[in-house]
Nanobody, 126 residues
């Protein structure tokens, strides 16, 4: 069973930065697309960033484009989300997730992912 464990969340002031990490036990990461989602209170879970199975395609939601960077270290079995210029509206629980099927790239619905971490809280407040 795949395990995903997020860390790195916390309280930060507007304009600040955080780096989230997702340690995982995904075997053959190079064949699975991975992503970061977030969910704010009272809102649906939304895709924030996605890195394709071969690393050749990276996509971001419009709300974070230019401020967030997704990356992965296959040797260390870790997925990252570098967040800069954070805004109060970035406040949410952030989750890393593994796509259900191998060699699939264009997936953005939570139902397309079959493994999730427990989430890490990010709060952006003065």
């Amino acid at each position: 069973q795949v395990q995903l464990v997020e860390s790195g969340g916390g309280l930060v002031q507007p304009g600040g930065s955080l780096r989230l990490s997702c340690a995982h036990s995904v075997v053959s990461l190079s064949i699975y697309t991975m992503a970061w989602f977030r969910q704010a209170p009272g809102k649906e879970r939304e895709l924030v960033a996605r890195i394709s199975w071969n690393g050749g395609r990276i996509d971001y939601s419009e709300s974070v484009k230019g401020r967030f960077t997704i990356s992965r270290d296959i040797a260390e079995n870790t997925l990252y989300l570098q967040m800069t210029n954070l805004k109060p509206e970035d406040t949410a629980v952030y989750y890393c997730a593994k796509v259900r099927s191998s060699y699939v790239t264009s997936v953005d619905r939570p139902g397309d992912f079959d493994s999730w971490g427990q989430g890490t809280q990010v709060t952006v407040s003065p």
